[in-house]
């Protein structure tokens, strides 16, 4: 792998605003799913770390300020049930921000059928539902689905390994390729999380390449970033090889749904 440089490019390329952004309120979840960090990082290794209000109500005036409509996801390497403002925050998200998609991932673990209709009516349009074990599958069917959830079953005995992400090699699952084509993620998405870094993908789980953080600089001009315009720049070329975590991922590289799950 060639030397990663941090030199700063001389045109500035900028790159269509971000149609999702992730936000993690709190780095921890409930479970250890073996192709997650959870299954290898002890909770005790890593600092834990809870978004203030303050930082969430920043965020959410700038994606105002931005007319955002596209997706946002108040969680990322997490379960965002763990955070107990969440039914607040997804408030003060459809207050500000009608139109844009506001969805949410869990295990479950935390969800109770109750639960789901107030944060439903709070402004959640979609909820991806993951069933990874019998518990996870019979807590799913206490919820009734009033059309926003998609139940995900990925219990070991159903779901294909062979189709997940190696989360740029630091888990051994899926395709064993490498890939070194490019890469819509860092064109398409941003990932905040709790401490306000703005990380390359949903990939990079811990957290190791930093574009920037929020409390410095706008959410704007972190994606118009040196940062970010070196790692488009590669991999619109095809150069994975490149880059730090790039180089040894096996995503393929597509599209995402702004409206993911439905
Ligand atoms: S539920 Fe999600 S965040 Fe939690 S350990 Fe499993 S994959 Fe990771
Ligand atoms: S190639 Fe992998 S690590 Fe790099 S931006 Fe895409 S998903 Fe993230």
Not at 65 to 87: A, C, E, Y
Not at 127 to 156: C, W
Not at 172 to 182: A, E, W
Not at 228 to 246: D, M, P, S, V
Request: proline share 4%; aromatic share 10%; with cysteine.
């Amino acid at each position: 792998m060639k030397a990663f440089k941090m030199k700063p490019l001389s045109t500035n390329e900028r790159c269509p605003l971000f149609e999702i952004i992730e936000i993690e309120t709190i780095n921890r979840c409930t479970r250890k799913c073996p192709f997650c960090k959870w299954s290898y990082t002890k909770r005790s290794d890593e600092k834990k770390m809870v978004m203030p209000m303050k930082t969430i109500d920043k965020i959410i005036s700038n994606l105002k300020k931005m007319n955002f409509k596209g997706r946002i996801s108040w969680f990322s390497t997490n379960d965002p049930f763990l955070d107990k403002r969440m039914v607040e925050i997804i408030r003060r998200t459809r207050l500000n921000l009608p139109h844009a998609w506001i969805s949410l991932a869990t295990n479950g673990e935390l969800l109770t059928n109750k639960k789901y209709r107030t944060i439903r009516k709070a402004g959640l349009d979609a909820l991806e539902y993951n069933i990874y074990d019998e518990k996870g599958k019979i807590r799913s069917e206490t919820i009734i689905n009033d059309g926003a959830i998609v139940f995900q079953d990925k219990r070991p005995d159903i779901a294909n390994f062979d189709n997940f992400e190696n989360m740029a090699g630091k888990v051994d699952y899926g395709s064993k390729t490498n890939y070194n084509n490019f890469c819509n993620r860092p064109f398409q998405m941003m990932i905040v999380k709790p401490d306000g870094n703005v990380i390359l993908c949903c990939s990079d789980m811990h957290g190791e390449v930093v574009m920037d953080n929020i409390n410095r600089n706008s959410l704007e001009q972190i994606w118009n970033s040196e940062m970010y315009q070196i790692y488009r720049r590669e991999l619109k070329g095809g150069n994975r090889k490149n880059l730090k975590l790039c180089s040894k991922c096996n995503y393929c590289g597509g599209k995402h749904s702004v409206k993911y799950p439905f």
